[in-house]
């Protein structure tokens, strides 16, 4: 994907991230089942959790505004939306 036409068209990125943020395609993700809790960068993770993705797109903690259309947050954010970045 290094060379996919969408990496020169920066506003297009952004609007595409603002939209799975507020409409992820698997709001519950598919189910995994852990053996034992996990620790994931200072977060503790128990076993049997489902990941409520539509939440974590509105959670006021994280977004500013999240219910707002706001594609310019993303602007100056360089995060991979292509799954290899975990910062969100």
């Not at 034992?36 to 990941?51: A, D, M, R, T």
């Not at 977004?63 to 707002?68: A, G, L, M, N, S």
Request: net charge positive; hydrophobic share 45%; with cysteine.
């Amino acid at each position: 994907f290094k060379n996919h036409i969408s990496l020169k068209l920066p506003y297009l990125q952004v609007v595409i991230k603002e939209t799975l943020r507020l409409h992820p395609p698997a709001p519950f993700l598919v189910p995994h089942q852990a053996i034992n809790g996990v620790e994931i960068q200072g977060f503790v993770v128990p076993k049997n959790v489902l990941c409520n993705v539509w939440a974590m797109g509105r959670d006021p903690k994280v977004w500013t505004h999240p219910e707002k259309i706001m594609s310019g947050r993303f602007l100056e954010v360089n995060i991979d939306y292509m799954g290899q970045d975990f910062e969100l």
